[in-house]
């Protein structure tokens, strides 16, 4: 972990780099011709940070056909912002998040991150509700985890469902396809149905794990994918230490239960049970 945030701290050093990430932040998912076309150097040098930059984390690339898309990877300085800024800063470093954020426009979101794991315990991790509850704000994720099947998002501490979809494909423990609709609030119900797609590869003693949301409508709320970050720092504080983290935003559904609460009912996702 230290050597990562050491490269994060490096890639962040150089002004260039931290202009191609203001230009990803600008418009995300961008080729190295298009990047390229904003900078007076040549391919190889723009290609040269970006490089840089990937192996910091703070980038990831997806194929488009046979163009290689860039997209901004905010995780590893959420990991910066846990380890030394969250106990002391984080509803005024929040409120610069919502700033931040209220100028993106991308249709697509995509996160990596490495966690020394297996893919094993990684994909438990996703889908056993109680330990997706350590670390996706106190939510957990009731479904029978078969392709069609669906599932349903909940807490005690909330008087209504969190969240519900279906289970797209199912590929255990590599990939995890799911279509969701947020129901948290009705700002968030408004915006339809959105698609996240979990990806899990080994990588020594190591998983890189890159999660997608996408089918995003242009501007859409930002509540959809901007806690991606603390929900997979979270994830990894717990596979590699079993700490939990206890910044604000991390404890959001954590209270204690009342009489008016819901919980999806995992009696509903048994074999043939995968409709409501």
Same mark, same amino acid.
């Given at each position: 972990m230290?050597?990562?945030m050491d490269e994060v701290f490096r890639a962040l050093a150089d002004p260039t780099r931290r202009s191609l990430l203001d230009e990803l932040f600008r418009e =995300?998912?961008?080729?190295?011709?298009?990047?390229?076309?904003?900078?007076?150097m040549t391919r190889f040098g723009v290609m040269k940070h970006l490089n840089v930059l990937e192996e910091a984390g703070l980038v990831v690339t997806k194929r488009r056909g046979r163009e290689k898309l860039h997209f901004l990877n905010p995780v590893p300085i959420r990991l910066v912002h846990d380890r030394w800024v969250s106990k002391y800063a984080e509803p005024w470093a929040a409120g610069l998040t919502g700033l931040k954020t209220e100028l993106e426009t991308s249709m697509e979101k995509v996160f990596e991150i490495y966690i020394k794991t297996t893919p094993e315990r990684l994909w438990q991790a996703i889908t056993d509700p109680e330990i997706r509850s350590k670390y996706q704000f106190g939510s957990r994720v009731i479904s029978d985890w078969q392709p069609g099947g669906r599932f349903e998002m909940g807490s005690p501490s909330s008087p209504t469902l969190l969240g519900e979809g279906v289970n797209l494909e199912v590929d255990?423990?590599?990939?995890?396809?799911q279509s969701m609709v947020a129901l948290w609030g009705e700002d968030v119900k408004s915006e339809g149905t959105s698609r996240i797609t979990w990806e899990i590869e080994p990588v020594g003693d190591s998983c890189r794990l890159i999660v997608t949301h996408d089918q995003l409508r242009e501007g859409a709320n930002e509540q959809l994918y901007g806690g991606w970050p603390m929900?997979?720092?979270?994830?990894?504080?717990?596979?590699?230490?079993g700490e939990l983290l206890t910044t604000p935003g991390s404890l959001m559904y954590n209270s204690a239960? =009342?009489?008016?609460?819901?919980?999806?009912n995992p009696d509903r996702f048994g074999p043939g049970r995968?409709?409501?």
């Open positions: 230290v050597q990562r =995300d998912g961008q080729s190295l011709n298009a990047l390229q076309a904003r900078f007076a255990p423990p590599r990939r995890l396809v929900i997979l720092s979270g994830l990894k504080t717990w596979l590699e230490t239960p =009342d009489q008016a609460s819901t919980v999806p995968s409709e409501p």
